[in-house]
Nanobody
């Protein structure tokens, strides 16, 4: 499974960005998909994930501001980020798993930088 992320960039605080991640390869086996983020010196943290059935889970820090969605036909996952804050600045990674939760043996995409200026 290969994951290709896009959509990062520079945005002012309060603005919005939409990240996309398309899977290719053995996509028939993919179950959960999601997004992580990482800042220098910190562990990668789960931002949001969505199961093949559409159940979602969010980190407390992004609830009400970020929305994860997916296209099961194309195995593409999206992250709509609104009301962005400087603390959302990070490298965002998409992930996919053959299991019900994305943090079990995930495949990783390349990171995409999101920078929120104050």
């Amino acid at each position: 499974v290969q994951l290709q992320a896009s959509g990062g960039g520079l945005v002012q605080a309060g603005g919005s960005l939409r990240l996309s991640c398309a899977a290719s390869g053995s996509i028939f086996s993919i179950n959960a998909m999601g997004w992580y983020r990482q800042t220098p010196g910190k562990q990668r943290e789960l931002v949001a994930h969505v199961t093949s059935g559409g159940s979602t889970r969010y980190a407390d820090s992004v609830k009400g501001r970020f929305t994860i969605s997916r296209d099961n036909t194309n195995k593409t996952v999206y992250l709509q980020m609104s009301s962005l804050k400087p603390e959302d600045t990070a490298v965002y990674y998409c992930a996919a798993s053959n299991y019900a939760v994305v943090y079990t043996r995930p495949y990783w995409g390349q990171g995409t930088q999101v920078t929120v200026s104050s």
